[in-house]
Nanobody, 126 residues
Framework: VHLVESGGDSVQAGGSLRLTCALS????????MGWFRQAPGQEREGVAS???????SYGDSVKGRFTITLDKEKNTLYLQMDNLKPDDTARYYC?????????????????????WGEGTQVTVSS
């Protein structure tokens, strides 16, 4: 499985960005895909996840502002980020778990994620 993120940029608070994760090699019927972020000096944080059955979960800090979608035909995972805040500044990663524990995916946990992209930087200025 190969994951490549893009779409990161520098924006002002209140702005929007859409991150894209191009997937290849994911030949499983059961999986969990997720977006995670990590700011300098901080632990990695779960942003959003989507199970192969379509169940979606969000981290508390982004609920109501971010939207995760998966286009299976295009093999692409998206993260629409609206009303961005300076606290959203981080490097954003997409990840895939090809043998998921459902509860971990629901809680947007990074434990169990098997494959990771290199990340894309999002910087939000006030």
């Amino acid at each position: 499985v190969h994951l490549v993120e893009s779409g990161g940029d520098s924006v002002q608070a209140g702005g929007s960005l859409r991150l894209t994760c191009a997937l290849s090699g994911l030949k499983r019927d059961n999986y969990c895909m997720g977006w995670f972020r990590q700011a300098p000096g901080q632990e990695r944080e779960g942003v959003a996840s989507i199970l192969s059955d379509g169940k979606i979960s969000y981290g508390d800090s982004v609920k109501g502002r971010f939207t995760i979608t998966l286009d299976k035909e295009k093999n692409t995972l998206y993260l629409q980020m609206d009303n961005l805040k300076p606290d959203d500044t981080a490097r954003y990663y997409c990840a895939a778990d090809v043998d998921p524990v459902v509860s971990w995916c629901y809680r947007v946990l990074d434990v169990g994620m098997d494959y990771w992209g290199e990340g894309t930087q999002v910087t939000v200025s006030s």
